[in-house]
């Protein structure tokens, strides 16, 4: 421990291994600022801002979750078996992408305030090889995907015509329908390809 003699720091000073006493101050020890990087001020930490429409942020979200999940679906599951169904009494792996592809021209039609161009029927008695199943798929997420592209959260709160006839309903409805719906078949989607020794994607990435 070194102790500066009184006669580098005059009568009233003492240092004592860089800390400096001073006469008049009861004693107490005042340290010396060596270090100017003591005196630099944390960085401020500034919370992430929300979207400016949280909403439809939200429900574009969900769909392009349940979209993706269906639509790689799609190409996991061979052409052999496309007309696999577990049961008699329920579609097949193609006959659920194509119903999937009619409904949500259905769905989308009354979001987009607008006639819609196909049946909900239309593909599933129409399509019957995976290319075009997989084709009428491509189409109907397209049309669905400006639907969400162009809807705000005030665009949400409109109220529109419901799709398959059904009454007034907000806009935000048929959007949201329309994932419940992808999501609600992805159920059995996965299911066939368990049955069928595939992975479905949403487990994919896990493997």
Not at 96 to 107: D, K, N, Q, R, T
Not at 165 to 180: D, E, I, Q, W
């Amino acid at each position: 421990m070194a102790i500066a003699s009184q006669a580098a720091t005059g009568p009233d000073v003492l240092e004592l291994d860089g800390l400096t006493i001073r006469a008049g101050t009861g004693g107490q020890a005042t340290t010396p600022v060596r270090d100017l990087s003591l005196c630099v001020a944390a960085p401020t930490v500034r919370a992430q801002q929300p979207p400016a429409d949280p909403i439809s942020a939200s429900l574009r979200s969900e769909w392009n979750s349940a979209k993706a999940n269906v639509r790689k679906s799609a190409d996991v599951m061979p052409e052999a078996k496309y007309n696999f169904k577990p049961v008699d009494t329920v579609r097949t792996f193609g006959a659920i992408l194509a119903h999937l592809a009619g409904a949500s021209y259905e769905f989308c039609s009354a979001a987009r305030g607008e006639k819609t161009p196909h049946a909900e029927d239309e593909f599933e008695k129409s399509a019957t090889t995976k290319a075009a199943i997989v084709k009428s798929l491509d189409g109907a997420i397209a049309y669905c995907d400006e639907a969400f592209k162009t809807a705000d959260d005030a665009k949400l709160a409109q109220i529109v015509n419901g799709a398959f006839g059904g009454g007034k309903v907000p806009r935000a409805a048929m959007l949201s329908g329309n994932t419940g719906h992808y999501m609600e078949h992805y159920g059995n989607i996965l299911t066939y390809l368990r049955i069928n020794g595939l992975v479905p994607p949403s487990s994919a990435p896990q493997q």
